[in-house]
């Protein structure tokens, strides 16, 4: 099993409907990160948390809500999806310690219809 | 201002070739940690490299190393006898540990290598 997994993988859905992206990992990481990536731009840090009581807006949060239903599971919200969220979302895990301690999911790509 | 600045958006390299992707950054950090991931057509990150700015040595790993020059703030990756796997999107990234936490990366350059 992949240390983070995202579900779903792909998803449709209409304009104005809620959508919940979700992520688990296994690293046992307390740091868990949103990204979303659009063609050219890279990613974009959307919110990021420290622990289940701590969750911090990044760059790009509006439209966007998060929960951390435990330390395992950071799942992602549009409340009311619009055509520019279509995008691909990765789901990230760290540990505070220094080097390479980034792990991504394998990301979900959104359309928004 | 970018903080991470990737000027080449494409590039074509013949097969076992060396190959420099271009990476500057922009921080007042004196902490901070760089790094290069590769996102091949099926879209995974994958993680390829790390130098920190303490690091006095340029981070290698195997065919990939990083030409770090800190007064110059560039980050250059640099893929040695190139192979027709290595065509994909390479990212740049920063991490400032004086700052909020999270990768900052740059926009990308796509990598094709030609028989």
């Known amino acids: 099993d992949a240390d983070v997994t995202q579900t779903p993988r792909n998803r449709i859905t209409k304009t104005g409907k809620r959508i919940m992206l979700e992520c688990s990992q296994t690293?046992?990481?307390?740091?868990m990160y949103w990204y979303r990536q659009d063609p050219g731009l890279g990613l974009r840090l959307i919110y990021y948390?420290?622990?289940?009581?701590?969750?911090n807006k990044g760059e790009i949060s509006d439209g966007y809500s998060v929960s951390r239903q435990a330390q395992a599971k950071f799942s992602l919200s549009l409340e009311s999806a619009i055509p520019n969220q279509t995008a691909l979302y990765f789901c990230?895990?760290?540990?505070?310690?220094?080097?390479?301690?980034?792990?991504f999911g394998s990301g979900t790509r959104l359309t928004v219809v | 201002a970018q903080k991470i600045t990737q000027t080449q958006p494409g590039m074509f390299v013949q097969e076992k070739e060396a190959v420099t992707l271009d990476c500057t950054y922009d921080?007042?950090?004196?902490?901070?940690?760089l790094f290069w991931y590769k996102q091949p057509s099926s879209g995974e990150m994958i993680f390829l490299i790390y130098?920190?700015?303490?690091?006095?040595q340029n981070a290698t790993e195997g065919r990939y190393s990083l030409n770090f020059q800190k007064a110059r703030k560039s980050a250059n990756l640099v893929i040695s006898a190139s192979q027709l796997g290595d065509s994909a999107m390479y990212f740049c990234?920063?991490?400032?540990?004086?700052?909020?936490?999270?990768?900052?990366f740059g926009k990308g350059t796509h990598l094709i290598i030609q028989p």
């Open positions: 990230a895990t760290s540990t505070p310690a220094l080097g390479h301690g980034y792990t």
């Open positions: 690293k046992g990481h307390d740091r």
């Open positions: 948390s420290f622990d289940v009581k701590d969750i």
């Open positions: 921080t007042s950090d004196q902490s901070y940690g």
């Open positions: 130098q920190g700015s303490y690091d006095e």
């Open positions: 990234a920063m991490r400032e540990w004086g700052g909020a936490d999270g990768l900052t």
